[in-house]
Structures are given as C-alpha cells and as structure tokens.
C-alpha cells in the first residue's frame, strides 16, 4: 500500500489555494483544501476541487501539436518553437508588430508574465499583451 | 500534540495491529497541518492530533481518506484518529455496508470543550478514547435561533444564504457520508450543470434531504463553504427531524437508518 498526501498549491490561478492532492499507488485519487494556509482557508473553488481530475484526462494535449493538412499532428518541440518563431517572424515583417497578440495566463508566475510581455514589447514591439482572466 | 497518543499509534504499528495509521502531519518548515498515513512505529515525525485546540483545531476528512483506501485495499487493516464525530462516521458506513469493522481501529480523542462548544456537538467524543476528557453535549443554539424565526423571516433568511452558493460542491466532496457513486446533484433533471448560481432553494435542499437521518455532523461542509453558508444548521435540522418522528440518531448505536428500507445481503451486514 503506497498511500500518499502531497501539499501543494492550486495550478488553476493567481490566488494560490494551498490543496492536497492524495495518491494510491502513484495515482491521484482526490483533492483536499489545505486547511492551514492562509489564502484559502480549508477552502476552494469547483476547478480547486476537481484538479485531481485533469491530470490523467485523455483529452489532455501532452506533445506539442501542429495542423498538416487539417489534422493536428504530434511534433517535436523543437520543430514547433522553429515554426512558431519563424511565422511570427513573417508576420511581423508583412503586416507590422500589431498584427500580433500576446494572450498570457494567471496560472502563470509572475516573472514568466513579467518575460512573457517583455518578449512581446521589446523583441516584437506590440503592446498587445493580455491575459485569460479578462476572457 | 498528545504524547499518549503518539504513544498508542507506535505501539499498534509495532505489534502489527494495524498495518498504517491515519492521522495528521504538521510538515517541517511551512508548519502546515495535512493528513498523513504512518506505516512505521518508529517513525512518528511531525505527528499531529489537534489535541486541546479549540475551534480553530484542524480537521480533515480522515474518514473519508480511510474509506478511500479501504475500497483500494479491503483487506488492510487500518487505524485511524476518530473524534466523536469521525466515530460516528465510521459507524454510519458500517451500517451502510461501506466499512468492514474488522478493517478499523480507532484511535479516540475527546474534543476540548471550547470545541465542543464552537461545534454545538452533541457528543464530542468517541465512546473510547486515548486522549482527552468527556466534556457534556451541547444543544444547538443556532438551530433554536432560525426554528423560531416567523416563516416569511426564515425563509428570506435561507434564500439569502444560499443565494451566495458558488456551486463549488466542496459541501459534498468533504462530507464523509456521501459515498454514492452517482450523485443526484450531478443528475441533469434535478440540477442544472454549468449553471452558477445553481438554483435557489432546490440544490441545497436536495442535499439536505439526503443528508437527514445520515449527516454525522462534523461540520467539514461548513468549514469549506467558500462563502459561509451556515450548512450545519441545515443539516443540524434535518437530523432533529429524523429524531423527533423515529429516534433515529445517525453514528449511535447498531440500529440501522428507519430509511434504510431495502435492507441487505447477510454477507453485507458489518454491523
């Protein structure tokens, strides 16, 4: 019997509710709000409660993906990256640097949002940056 | 911390009585309370009860957790940290055939009486215990306080309340007595999926239904209600229902719920 509670914090957003996640046997089988950490309180919210669900969800994207021919096809990351920069790249040079947007995320650090709009100001100089939580 | 608890736990675990504890850790460093298994009698690290605390005492669903196992693992037998109300869990799903007795030993600890007081419990303590004093019943003030409004006055005071509902299902998820593989405030024709806020009185009082002659009363739904609905008082209610017309208390005694109406297998009867 490998039975397991692991602390941790919420991966959905910004507010970081402490949660435990509990195993058996390597696989996470419920979730529990922390009840001593001070930004939640014993308590969470529906996505708090069902990230024990997600992890092992066969909809779930786990290689990078690109669209060939109107299906998505499983690519490497680098061959993704490379397609990524080099179409941003085009677009910019074609249409100018407001042609393109910066979508960033809550579930983000604040230094990887703190890059992330860095990256889009000074190497591709829009403004154009905005997050998920205005969705 | 209680020292003879502590005590108690090593020694079932070194004398092979039970094969893990379940129980509570206050991790190194951040000092935060979780649940935790202990498998080995000489190593106790971090260990928690609650012990004397008042209502700020950190309680988790170790019930739950136990029963989850217990599904995994039905042969392991397991101890377990029971407050009265954890007691009365355990012994609510022997007599719904979801716990075998013979799978569980407890560990009692009697609640402190500012506990007690805090939770209006009605017993605040297992019928054995390591640890702790017998501190007397408390009866519900809050119950008292909304039974005597006038009805349009307690009306408005439950639709307010459920009126803030988030629809976060944190009531059922942590409730040790919702076992159901299917739940009916999952169930399209009752409630409404994708839906905030859920629908004003009909979630709550469907939960509440099926929470007479069965809620423990240990108060976790309160505690994790995001936007503090007095859940308890709810529950509290609808229990003293299902007293006043059967005498039924869920968690005492070996009498089965009078709404237990099917009955079951002679091999199902752990009780």
Redo the contacts between chains.
Sequence with gaps: MNFSNVSTICPYCGCGCGMILQTIDQEIINTLPSKSNPINEGKLCIKGWNVHDFVVSSQRATQPLIRKDGDLKEVSWNEVLEYVAKELMRIKDQYGPDSIAFMSSAKCTNEENFLFQKLARAVVGTNNVDHCARL | MSEKIAKHVSELLKQGKI??FIGL?E?QG????????Y?DGDNLDGFYTGFNEGADA????LV??LF??SK??PE?RLGILARGCDERGLKELYKWNQLNTEQVVTVGLACSKELAEFCECYKPYPDEFVEGEKVPGVDSERVKKVSALEEPERLKFWLDKFSRC?????CR??CPMCFCKECSLEEMEFIETGKIPPENPIFHLTRAVHMAGRCIDCGLCE????VDIPLRILYKKVNNIIMDHYSYRPGFGEEKSPLNILGSRPDENNS
């Design positions: 094969e893990a850790k991790q951040s000092k935060h309370i979780i649940p935790h298994i498998t950190k309680r988790y669903p739950k957790t989850h196992i995994r693992y392991a988030i629809k976060c299902y944190g998820n942590i505690e994790a209600c995001p």
